[in-house]
């Protein structure tokens, strides 16, 4: 059974530092794609960032491009993202998900996604 549980959000004050984990179980990590998916209230899915560790390729939303890291430990099957010079703008429920195909390159689908993490950035 896939699993996907993240981990590390909370509150933090603009200008601040959270990372955010994943834990993933249930499938070949090494061999799939994942991405951070965020959901605000007025500005529903927003995709963050994706991770293509079989290739090492990454990339990102220009909201957070210089801002945040994806990167995954391979070994333990978790996938973090390091998110610096957080704003409000970044406050929202983050969302870790695997993409469906193996090996697969293309931007999605996801077949799995985690319950959600919320990340509060306010003074």
């Known amino acids: 059974e896939v699993q996907l549980v993240e981990s590390g959000g909370g509150l933090v004050q603009p200008g601040g530092s959270l990372r955010l984990s994943c834990a993933a179980s249930g499938f070949t990590f090494d061999d799939y794609a994942m991405s951070w998916v965020r959901q605000t209230p007025g500005k529903g899915l927003e995709w963050v960032s994706s991770?293509?560790?079989?290739?090492?390729?990454?990339y990102y939303a220009d909201s957070v491009k210089g801002r945040f890291t994806i990167s995954t430990d391979n070994a333990k099957k978790m996938v973090y993202l390091q998110m610096n010079s957080l704003k409000s703008a970044d406050t929202a429920v983050y969302y870790c998900a695997k993409h469906s195909w193996e090996k697969g390159i293309t931007a999605g689908p996801y077949d799995y996604w985690g319950k959600g993490t919320l990340v509060t950035v306010s003074s």
């Open positions: 991770i293509y560790s079989f290739i090492s390729v990454t």
